[in-house]
């Protein structure tokens, strides 16, 4: 099959396959006019590619789940090399969600702080841990007018990007639409 249909069927562009076979990820052959070539396999590497980057996979990390699809095995993470991008990536997300509730933690702490321990809407998080419970009443305005909101160390390494948390928050309210 030629780019275009690889692309339409692959959910994707003919500049992003490009932009594949020059990192290495994906090798089309060339017919006798010069044309690119691809087939079912090369369908299914794309494939492969494309959900872990809409997971936040990057493309480097995406080579070794390509590679092992490449050397025959039916699933991308069969391999030892893959797996270890695998476990890494997830003790990132790990990461990332700690810090996030720690984070929350503190915003729904300065948030009860102010309004005397009444935080509407602050509730549960998410995650389904509990908020953080009432505390001491609010000091004088005064007191509070010269803090700040803290800045954490660093931003956390999972900030998503506008668009990025758009399609997260999306889906976080389409799943929370079918729980009620």
Partial sequence: MRIGELALR??????????????????????????RDYDEDDLRLVA??????????????????VDCLRSGHDRGVACPDAAAVHRRKIAEIDACVTRLAEIRAGLVGQLAEELGGRVAGAGTPPSGESAPGPRAPAAP???????????PAAAPACALSSEQTQSQLKTYSEKRGNQS
């Fill in 10 to 35: 692959a959910g994707t562009s003919p500049r992003a396959l490009r932009h594949y076979e020059q990192e290495g990820l994906l090798a089309a052959r060339r017919r006798a006019n010069g044309y």
């Fill in 141 to 151: 305005p005064s007191v509070h007018a010269a803090r700040a909101v803290p800045v």
């Fill in 48 to 65: 492969e590619i494309r959900s872990l980057l809409a997971i936040g996979f990057t493309l480097d990390e995406a080579r070794p789940f």
